[in-house]
């Protein structure tokens, strides 16, 4: 099935190519590697820092309990060892859930930004397609002078930072 899918979106994505090549030779195309783009964006990059603040509290517990439980463990003490294991499993849940919505919630912030920066960037610099690559397979191939990554990446940056 993933297979069909690749196959047929590279047909679509071939389509579109040249229907834009024989309609009209002035369209400018780019492309860009999705995942450096996002992996470089300097706002992805402060997110990360953000989530580790987050969620350094709630590993430090974690960490605490987990020592305490390998204490117990050595020392044979079984009778608040089974109540410290279940509580260090529910903060591990906790933990888990917490990284799991602050991680949604910051990518999709990141998106959303970075989506309204490639707009501005194809208006200004007179695209009417920026492909991208999700490493996907959709894009098997581009000639590096379409390739706008490198580029892409200064103007987010540069437009994040002001």
Same mark, same amino acid.
């Not at 995942?35 to 992996?39: A, L, N, P, R």
């Given at each position: 099935?993933k ?5 047929? !979106? ?14 009209n030779?002035?369209? /400018? ?5 999705n ?5 470089e ?20 517990v !974690?960490?605490?309990?987990? !020592?305490?439980?390998? /204490?117990?463990?050595?020392?044979? @003490?079984?009778e @608040?060892?089974?109540q ?15 990284? /799991? ?9 990141? @998106? ?10 194809? @208006?200004?610099?007179?695209y009417? *397609? ?9 894009v ?15 103007? *987010?940056?540069?437009?994040y930072?002001?």
């Open positions: 099935m297979v069909f899918i690749s196959v047929f !979106l590279g047909i679509c994505l071939f389509a579109l190519l040249e229907s834009c090549k024989s309609s030779n002035s369209q /400018k195309i780019g492309f860009m590697e995942i450096k783009v996002f992996e964006f300097t706002m992805k990059k402060d997110y990360d820092l953000k989530i580790e603040e987050d969620i350094s509290k709630e590993v430090q !974690l960490d605490s309990i987990q !020592l305490l439980v390998n /204490k117990m463990s050595i020392q044979g @003490n079984q @608040n060892l089974k410290l294991k279940q509580e260090y499993f529910q903060k591990q849940e906790q933990y888990n859930q917490l990284f /799991k919505n602050l991680s949604t919630k910051y990518t999709t912030e990141v @998106n959303d930004r970075l989506n309204g920066y490639i707009k501005d960037f194809s @208006n200004k610099k007179g009417d *397609i920026i492909l991208g690559s999700g490493g996907e397979g959709n098997m191939f581009t000639k590096e002078k379409i390739n706008i990554t490198d580029e892409l990446i200064i103007y *987010i940056n540069e437009k930072s002001n």
